[in-house]
Structures are given as structure tokens and as C-alpha cells.
């Protein structure tokens, strides 16, 4: 059994179970030490994935398991995602006189989405579902006294039991159409299976997998959980998901038979849920929620490179220039969200310019990002995107992903207009040196990343499926 | 190398007025005009650098960036570029020195008011000197953030509704241009997104819909900046609350970009379609011309009737190019003529307009009016005004002896040999033009003065200090234009074919 | 495809003549009962049938959560020993590669005891609230 091959998912399953009992036992100004026993998992975690990545794609366990460069490169994106939440977190959750579970909890949460992107057999990505999904219910609601937690936790679980009912029904029914769940067998079986069968089996696991992207139909609790939430749990949710199941479902799509019609109704997917992400955002006055919402329309843009994941060769690697674009642009954005105590009606940041200079600095860079202003990462994010979808024949695609682009920097530069021109109201209360050191952290990230475009590129330029 | 300084100047004074936390606002401003006039330096010397019967492109500097994508850092000039880029520098000398028109502001703030323009003339000279597509766009993108907050926080009037409207606006131009050069680049075998090769191989000549398409998407890319008529409508309300400098580099520079990116892409890089397309092209240049001098004579408001005269103007020179691009090939001659007419066009219009924009700033300063009815008789009380607005407003109106003759001539010496019937409806332009600046003149600065204007002061010694080296350039360029044509004709030569 | 409806026709008919028979059976008994019989009204008649004792109070009550607690821990549990089943049966095959897999999710879940039993999950009575205020 090669155990090495798991040894960063094995780390942070230790690390879990060591932080429960440690939390079970030490007192409540001690808690926050989990904190700093989850980052010592995440930066071992992340150590030993790196020591994978120069190996061939492979697989493991039997096939199960993929060791890839897409899975690796997703799994430092997830780690890192982790270790921003872990540390915006001691500060905001001082008050909670039993929170060392909850650095535990963000551990499981993130070793299901890992297993997403890893997974190479359609049980192992149902089991990385409902790991990632039991974890991420309990986070979303772990201001228990507070009711606005309370609904986007329930909102939460209600979409995301339906969801993965139905992606459980969609894997069963592929199991019965090729009688193997090992993606490699799936994909000779598919040739000649059932193409009636095979439509809702498809359309089922696709629906359960938009549940994890946010992506229409199933993004409704998006803009709760961030609005509900506590503001680092949101930095996570909004991003380390997503990941996964982006390469997950990316992953899948390739198995099915050419004939089937995958990419129209991806593209339609996609389509939609960058429109009507955008179009919800438009008129918030309440950031986090406008935060769910255009974390909503990244996942359309994230899913353009999915519809031509099987017509063009660099797809993979738009898809993944995206992701990490978009997730170090939200990371900070949230971070700055938590430093500034979850401040979150629009109001509340005028002329936050003045108050904060730095702060306001990195929350206009995360946001010109995310619309994709040049020389930001964001840019070249979309840029590949634009430019593998137009490559491949979805022209239309492109124009529509453009007109949403305009429709987006509407809101963002809603924002930026409020804490640039108006005149300051009342003090800024900030929350301490560790969300501000994480904050720096994401942004240092996000601004290195827009300068080693070449760098990232070349690495994520020879990556390919294992399979 | 030199042109790398012209960029990097200002960026470095824009970086170091932003982290300075406590100089004088009159400090910054010394310091940010000594930093935009080194880059002015730099440019001059390129100028004198520049070999007319040279290549096209000089002064080239290369850098990698992201090879895998077939992007890197380039910059280079031919003649038309090195116009534009050193009028546009003189004029961001010019609105950097002006004195801003904000009434009531706290001083600090204005140390983050020069950081902006700075950063914005780095950006606009990127523009013009970048031979990267890429780099084109990166440049063209930023020139709007830059804007958006020169507007939104020293505007006036509703700053705020018109940054928004501004950026929004443009920002759709530019995602059209982003899925053109996308479309060029993916064109291109190996895919590049270097201009000169584009330029050498044209790479869509022949490929019917395609290059239709992709020449629509670039040409509405850049009739947005230009603007060109049906899609003008944010001019007037970007440039009424924008301060006084800002509207300056608004219509002198950022507007340029619009038509200077016609010539640099579709002009130069599809020759093909651009031919195809060049009647209809030149038509919506000349409803351009009619309608915007036509609006324009109907304004009450000061700033926005010379808005509108920009779009009169701009469209001149996209009539300019359009002739210029129309495949007859026995009027090389008069092709010639009518690029380098568009070129010059755009250095007389933006240092006319910058003038008169200055010259906006300093009446909003003084009364925080632009309604042209509250002013008159205003000659005697200030004749520096008087002298200075009256030669710029007959420098546009097309004078001889002054810049914009220069150019209005030769863009429609070159039409009249292409498409006659259209030269001669676009005359009426100029007519219109010369009706609606002698009403401006005679409603300021003739008539009765009414009581609120009684202690209106002249301008201040930076004011005419400012105004007088603009007028230097209109007056020079409209006696001795030959140093200027020396160097658009030497591209324009090459780009038309001929040479 | 007409010949396979008749093949499904012969194969099933049984069924169908049983599911007619019973809906049959059964409107003909409900139907009967309301037709023949005597009927009389009053307050007893429309009360619950409760073994002839009135009922007391709404089934809408509020029971403890302490139950649905324990319910989840003996679920957990339960699958637990369903997965233990299954190495069970494997026991040989696996060896003892088998052997440290089960025992690390043995104790993994024992951690999880522990926690519980910390925290105050398995106090049926609220005698140590002193030391852990709040519950799950």
C-alpha cells in the first residue's frame, strides 16, 4: 500500500484528530493554539505535495487516487486558502469559548476538497463531497447564537443535501450503466452504454458538483453563507470548493463519449450562472453578499474552460490560471473583510481611503483583480480563458463572459467609489496583527503572481489529466 | 532606451508622490511637473534621434514578460507615434502645472491629485509607445482606472455618476478591443502579440468573415475612445465635471488613443478589410463632423460646446484615416497626404482643445460657472484671457497660420482626390465650426458685463506661463509645420505604401 | 415491438389480475360499509381512537436535544461497526496493511469519543455546566 502517495491528506487527517482532543482538553484562553497546530498541518501538508510534484502522473491506490499536476497544483491552491483562513481566524473567534474544533472542522472540510480534485473514481468524489459538505455545515454556522448564521447554515444543508442525494443518484446510476466506479473502466464502458441512462447520470452529477462551485442551479447559498458566516469561514467557502470541483467535474466531463452534448449544456451552465451572479450583484448594498454574488458569476467563468476542456490542450491550464487568479484575489478581499471586523453594509466603507490607506489599497487591488484589470493576475486569468474559448469555436461564449466582465466592474467600482470619494463617518475598529499579517500575505501573493505570469504558466503549461 | 525613461519617469514621481505623507501641495506640484518635463525631455531626445528614411519602428527596447504567451515588454515609435507621445507629453507638463480648479478641497489631498496624473502620463505614453499588443491593451485599460479616480475625487457637479458612466462606458470599448487582439493573436502562427510582425504579415488579409468580424470588434473598440457619433454620449458629461486639467488630458490625450490605435491596428495590421470597409467608415466620419459642430452650436455650456467640437474634430482625423486606408492605388500620393493630415490633427487638436480646456478650468475657478449666458463684455477686464482664448478658439476653427489649418487642409486635400462629394459635404463642418466659436467669443467676451463679474481677475503668471508655451506650439506648428512633417510623412509613407 | 408487449402481457397477467383484485376487494368493502351501515355522531366519535382513553395534549412536543444527540452518536457508532463488519469478513485478505487501516479509523473515532464525552455530549444530566457552558 503505498502510503506515501497520501501522506499530505494523512497529515491533515493527524493534524485534525490531534487539534479535537487538544481542544477537548486545554482551556479557553488556549484554544486559539490550534490555530497554530493547523498551520503547522497545512505547511507540512503543503511540503510534502510539493516533494510530489516533479513524479509522473500517476495513479494510486489502485486507481483511485490521482497524483497529477492538475490535483497537485489544486492542492497548494486549497492548502493555501486554508492557511489564510486559519490565520484570520484566532482573533475573530477569540470570544467563542470553545473554538479549537473549528480549526479541525476547516481541516476535514479541506482534506474532502482535496479528495474532490484528487479523486479518480466516482465513490472516492462522493466521499470527498460529503466529507467537504458535513464539515463546511457546522463552519458556516458556527456563530450559533447569532440567527443570521443559523439561516445560511440551514440554507446551506438544505441545498447541499439535495445536492448530494442527487450526485449520489447520478453515481449510481453510472455504476449500473458500466458496473465499475473507476473513472479509467467508466470511460471504455461509456462508449456503448445507454445514452438516456447516461444523460441523467451526467445530469445529476453535474448538478451535484454545481452545488460545490456555486454555480446555477445550485448557487443559492452563496450570498448567505457570506453574508451569515463567519468572515474567514467565507474566505474559505468561496474558494477552496470551488477548486476542487472545478478539476473534479473537469475531470469527469472528460470520460464522457463525444456524442453526448456535455459541452452545450456546460456552456449553458456557465452562461447563466455568470449572468445571473452579476445581475444579483448589481444592486446589493451589503459587500459580503456582493462578494457571494460575484463569487457566483467567477464560478460561469471558471466553467468556460470546462466546455472545452476535451476540444483544446490548454483549457487545463486557463482553467487553472483562473482558479488560482481568482482565489488569491478573493482570499485577500475577505481577509480585508475580517480585518475590518466583518464590516459589511456598503455605508460603512466610506472613506474607509482615508481611515485605512492600506487596507483600502488591498481591497481595490483584490477587486480590480477580480474584474481583471491588467497587469493584475486577473487579467491573464481571463485572458486564457477568453482565448482557449475563442480557440475552440465558442466564440459567443467570449462576448457574453465580456459583457458580463463590464457588468461586473459596475459593482466593484461601486464599492471602490464608496471608500474613495466619500467623506469618512465614525472610527475603524480592526482586528488585530494576525488578519493583518494574513492579509498582507494574500496580497504580497497576488501581486508576486501578477508579476510571474511566465513562471506560473510555465509550470502549469505541461499539466495533464493522469487518466 | 530613452523611451523606457519616458515611461518610467513619471511612474517613479507618481509612486513617490504617493508615499510621501507630508509635502505641500505646491511641493508635489513642482515636483510632479519636474518629472512629467524629464519625461518630455526624454521624448524630445528620441525626436532628435529618429531617422525619417530609418525603419519604421525605432528606438526599440525588448524585454521578455510572459514568453509562453508570446508577450513581452516592447516599445518602439515610428513617426506618428513619436508626435503624438511628445504632444501628449507637453500636455501633461501643461495640466500638471496649471493650477487645479477644485474649489474647496482640503490641500493634502492634492499631493494624491498629482500622484494620479502622473501615473495617468505613464500610462498614456504607454500607450503610444508600446509595439505589444498586449502591452497596448494593459496600457489602454489603465488609462481609464487612472481617469475614473481623477474624476470621481476632483470632479465636480456630480464627479461620481460621471467617473462611473466614464469607465463603464470605455471599459465596454475595451473588452471589444481585448476579443479583437485576441482574435489577431490567435490569427498569428506562431501566436505573438508583436505589432511588427502583425504588421508584416497581415495575417487576416483575404479571410472573409473572420477579419470582418475582428475588424468590427476593434474598430468599436476605438470609435468608443475616439468617440465617433452614435457612440459619444459619454464625452460630455465625463468632460463637464471633470477639473479643468483632467478634461485637458481627457480630450488632448485620451482621445488620441482612439484614433491613434486606428492607424497602429486596423489600419496598419488589415489593410485588407480596412479597404473594404473605408466608404462607410469615412461617411460615419463625416456624420461625425456635421453632428458634433451641429450639437455643439446648440450648447449653452461652455465646457460642453467645446466637448462637442472634439468630436467635430476627432472626426477629421478618422475621415483622414479612412482615405488614407481606401484602396486606390493611383492616389498613393493623396492617401499620403490625408494619414498625415489625421496626424497632425491630433497633435493640433491636443494642444487647441487642451488649451481651451485650461482656459474652462480657469473660468470655473474664478465663477464655478459654465453657463455661457452669465458671462460677456469680459475683454477689457481681462485681456491675458481674452488674447489666449481668442487664439485658440480661431486655431480650431481652422485659421490659417495657426496648427489646425495645417492638418484640416491636407485631410481634405487628401479626401477631395478619393471621395469628392464627401470633402465637400465636409466643409460645412468647418462653417459650422467657425459660427460657433465666433458666437462663444462674442457671448464671454463681448457685450455688456453683467454685476457678479465686476472684480473677475485675470489670469495668474502660471496660468499664461502655461497657456503662452500651447499657443507657441499652435502658432509654430501652423508657420513652420516642416519639422513635424518631416516625421509623420516618414511613416505615413511606409504605412501607405510607395515609399 | 408489439411482440414484446405481448411477451410482457404473458408474463405478467398474474400481477395485473392481482392488483385489480385487490383495489377491487377493497372499493367493494369501503364501499359496502358506507352504503349498508348504521352511523351515529357525537363528540366521542371524532376524537382519536386512543384504547378507549381520551388523548391528552398536542403530538407537537418538544422533546430534549439530548435525544437527537444521542441518536446521531449511536448512528455514527453503528457505522462504525458496519465498516468493521466488512473488514471482518476480509480479515485474512488484508493482512496486516488491513489491520493498521482499522485501527487507525478506530481510533480515530475513539478521539471523537473522547471529545464527546469532554465536551459534555454524553451528560445526560446538565451537572457540569459549570466547567462547559454551552452545548451542541
Request: aromatic share 12%; with cysteine; net charge neutral.
Amino acid at each position: 500500500m503505498p502510503v506515501g502517495d497520501l501522506l499530505p491528506e494523512l497529515i491533515l487527517l493527524v493534524g485534525a484528530v490531534i487539534i479535537v482532543l487538544f481542544a477537548a482538553f486545554s482551556s479557553h484562553d488556549r484554544q486559539a493554539w490550534a490555530a497554530g497546530l493547523a498551520l503547522v498541518a497545512l505547511a507540512l501538508a503543503t511540503g510534502f505535495s510539493v516533494m510530489q510534484w516533479s513524479r509522473a502522473p500517476m495513479l494510486s491506490f489502485s486507481g483511485v487516487w490521482a497524483l497529477d499536476g492538475p490535483a497537485i497544483a489544486a492542492k497548494w491552491l486549497m492548502l493555501f486558502s486554508g492557511a489564510v483562513t486559519v490565520s484570520l481566524s484566532p482573533q475573530w473567534m477569540r470570544s467563542d469559548r470553545r473554538h479549537g474544533e473549528y480549526y479541525a472542522l476547516i481541516l476535514f472540510a479541506l482534506l474532502g476538497m482535496i479528495m474532490m480534485a484528487s479523486a479518480n473514481d466516482s465513490m472516492q468524489l462522493v466521499v470527498g463531497v460529503l466529507l467537504s459538505s458535513t464539515a463546511s455545515y457546522p463552519l458556516v454556522a458556527y456563530h450559533r447564537g447569532w440567527a443570521p448564521a443559523l439561516e445560511a447554515g440551514m440554507k446551506y444543508f438544505l441545498i447541499g443535501a439535495l445536492t448530494n442525494a442527487l450526485l449520489v443518484i447520478g453515481v449510481v446510476v453510472l455504476f449500473g450503466l458500466v458496473g465499475d466506479t473507476d473513472y479509467a473502466r467508466t470511460a471504455e464502458a461509456l462508449v456503448d452504454a445507454d445514452p438516456f441512462a447516461l444523460t441523467i447520470a451526467t445530469a445529476c452529477i453535474v448538478l451535484g458538483l454545481s452545488f460545490k462551485l456555486a454555480a446555477f442551479p445550485a448557487h443559492a447559498w452563496m450570498p448567505d453563507v457570506a453574508q451569515g458566516a463567519p468572515a474567514p469561514v467565507v474566505a474559505l467557502l468561496s474558494v477552496a470548493p470551488k477548486i476542487g470541483a472545478a478539476v473534479a467535474l473537469a475531470r469527469f466531463v472528460l470520460l464522457l463519449p463525444v456524442d453526448q452534448a456535455w459541452p452545450a449544456i456546460v456552456a449553458l451552465i456557465a452562461a447563466v450562472t455568470m449572468t445571473l451572479g452579476n445581475l444579483a450583484a448589481l444592486r446589493q448594498s451589503d459587500v459580503r453578499r456582493l462578494l457571494g454574488w460575484s463569487s457566483v458569476s467567477q464560478s460561469g467563468y471558471a466553467l468556460m474552460a470546462v466546455v472545452v476542456i476535451g476540444a483544446h490542450p490548454q483549457a487545463l491550464r486557463a482553467l487553472l490560471a483562473f482558479l488560482a487568479a481568482y482565489a488569491l484575489a478573493n482570499l485577500a478581499a475577505f481577509a480585508v473583510i475580517t480585518h475590518l471586523r466583518g464590516r459589511t453594509a456598503l455605508d460603512d466603507y466610506r472613506g474607509l481611503a482615508r481611515a485605512q490607506p492600506i487596507v483600502t489599497a488591498v481591497l481595490i487591488v483584490a477587486l480590480l483583480s477580480l474584474v481583471g484589470i491588467p497587469p493584475l493576475v486577473g487579467f491573464f486569468g481571463k485572458f486564457l480563458l477568453f482565448e482557449v474559448t475563442i480557440a475552440a469555436g465558442y466564440g459567443w461564449l467570449a462576448v457574453v463572459a465580456a459583457i458580463n466582465t463590464l457588468v461586473s466592474l459596475f459593482y466593484y467600482l461601486r464599492v471602490i467609489a464608496v471608500t474613495m470619494f466619500k467623506a469618512p463617518e465614525g472610527e475603524v475598529h480592526v482586528l488585530g496583527i494576525w488578519s493583518w499579517l494574513a492579509m498582507l500575505a494574500s496580497v504580497v501573493v497576488l501581486l508576486v503572481a501578477s508579476l510571474g505570469v511566465e513562471w506560473g504558466l510555465g509550470l502549469m503549461a505541461s499539466l495533464r489529466f493522469a487518466l | 532606451m530613452i523611451l523606457t525613461v519616458a515611461l518610467a519617469v513619471p511612474l517613479l514621481g507618481a509612486l513617490a508622490l504617493a508615499g510621501s505623507k507630508r509635502w505641500s501641495a505646491m511641493r508635489a506640484r513642482w515636483f510632479a511637473t519636474g518629472a512629467a518635463a524629464l519625461s518630455l525631455l526624454a521624448l524630445i531626445v528620441a525626436w532628435f534621434g529618429f531617422d525619417p528614411s530609418g525603419p519604421l519602428f525605432q528606438h526599440v527596447d525588448e524585454v521578455r514578460w510572459v514568453p509562453s504567451l508570446g508577450v513581452a515588454y516592447r516599445v518602439g515609435v515610428d513617426g506618428i507615434a513619436l508626435a503624438v507621445a511628445t504632444m501628449s507629453a507637453l500636455l501633461f507638463v501643461a495640466a500638471i502645472a496649471y493650477p487645479l480648479d477644485a474649489r474647496s478641497e482640503p490641500r493634502q489631498d492634492h499631493v494624491q491629485y498629482y500622484a494620479w496624473l502622473l501615473f495617468l502620463q505613464a500610462m498614456s505614453l504607454g500607450v503610444f509607445l508600446a509595439l505589444d499588443l498586449l502591452l497596448f491593451y494593459v496600457f489602454f485599460d489603465l488609462t481609464l482606472v487612472g481617469m475614473y479616480f481623477l474624476i470621481g475625487r476632483w470632479g465636480h457637479g456630480e464627479p461620481q455618476v460621471s467617473a462611473l458612466k466614464f469607465f463603464l462606458y470605455t471599459f465596454a470599448g475595451s473588452l471589444a478591443l481585448l476579443l479583437a487582439i485576441i482574435g489577431l493573436y490567435l490569427s498569428l502562427d506562431p501566436h505573438s502579440f508583436d505589432m511588427r510582425v502583425l504588421i508584416e504579415r497581415q495575417p487576416l488579409a483575404g479571410s472573409g468573415l473572420y477579419a470582418g468580424l475582428v475588424f468590427l470588434a476593434l474598430m468599436l473598440g476605438l470609435a468608443i475612445k475616439t468617440p465617433l457619433v452614435p457612440l459619444h454620449t459619454w464625452l460630455p458629461q465625463a468632460h463637464v465635471d471633470a477639473p479643468g486639467p483632467a478634461s485637458a488630458i481627457l480630450a488632448g490625450v485620451l482621445l488620441k488613443m482612439g484614433t491613434y490605435g486606428m492607424i497602429r491596428l486596423p489600419f496598419a495590421m488589415m489593410q485588407d478589410a480596412f479597404a473594404r470597409y473605408a466608404l462607410a467608415i469615412a461617411i460615419i466620419a463625416l456624420v461625425a463632423i456635421v453632428y458634433g459642430a451641429l450639437v455643439a452650436l446648440g450648447q449653452r455650456n461652455l465646457k460642453r460646446r467645446i466637448a462637442y467640437t472634439s468630436i467635430n474634430h476627432m472626426g477629421y482625423t478618422v475621415l483622414g484615416i479612412a482615405v488614407a486606408a481606401a484602396a486606390f492605388s493611383d492616389t498613393d500620393v493623396a492617401r499620403r497626404l490625408a494619414l498625415t493630415g489625421a496626424t497632425v490633427e491630433m497633435v493640433a487638436h491636443g494642444l487647441i482643445t487642451g488649451a481651451l480646456f485650461l482656459i474652462c478650468g480657469s473660468f470655473w475657478q474664478r465663477t464655478g460657472e459654465y453657463d455661457l449666458d452669465r458671462y460677456g463684455g469680459l475683454a477689457r477686464q481681462a485681456p491675458l484671457l481674452t488674447g489666449f482664448t481668442v487664439l485658440a478658439a480661431f486655431a480650431s476653427l481652422g485659421m490659417p497660420g495657426l496648427a489646425g489649418f495645417v492638418a484640416e487642409f491636407q485631410i481634405f486635400a487628401g479626401t477631395f482626390a478619393v471621395y469628392p462629394w464627401l470633402a465637400v459635404i465636409g466643409v460645412v463642418g468647418i462653417l459650422i465650426t467657425a459660427a460657433l466659436f465666433l458666437d462663444l467669443l462674442r457671448r464671454l467676451f463681448f457685450g455688456s458685463r453683467p454685476l457678479h463679474l465686476v472684480d473677475f481677475p485675470d489670469l495668474n503668471r502660471a496660468e499664461w506661463g502655461v497657456l503662452a508655451v500651447l499657443t507657441l506650439g499652435i502658432v509654430v506648428i501652423g508657420i513652420a509645420p516642416r519639422f513635424l512633417l518631416t516625421l509623420i510623412e516618414a511613416s505615413s509613407a511606409v504605412l501607405v505604401g510607395g515609399r | 415491438m408489439n411482440q414484446n408487449a405481448t411477451a410482457l402481457i404473458a408474463e405478467y397477467w398474474a400481477v395485473g389480475l392481482f392488483v385489480a383484485a385487490v383495489v377491487t376487494l377493497c372499493v367493494f368493502m369501503i364501499g359496502a360499509a358506507s352504503l349498508l351501515g348504521g352511523r351515529s355522531r357525537g363528540r366521542s366519535k371524532s376524537l382519536p381512537f386512543e384504547s378507549g382513553i381520551i388523548g391528552a395534549g398536542s403530538a407537537r412536543q418538544r422533546f430534549s436535544v439530548k435525544f437527537y444527540l444521542v441518536a446521531m452518536l449511536f448512528v455514527i457508532f453503528d457505522i462504525e461497526a458496519v465498516f468493521l463488519f466488512a473488514w471482518s469478513v476480509a480479515v485474512r485478505e488484508v493482512g496486516w496493511s488491513g489491520f493498521w487501516g482499522a485501527a487507525i479509523f478506530i481510533f480515530i473515532l475513539l478521539a471523537g469519543l473522547v471529545y464527546d464525552s469532554r465536551v459534555g455530549a454524553l451528560d445526560w444530566a446538565p451537572k457540569r455546566r459549570v466547567r462547559v457552558d454551552d452545548s451542541i
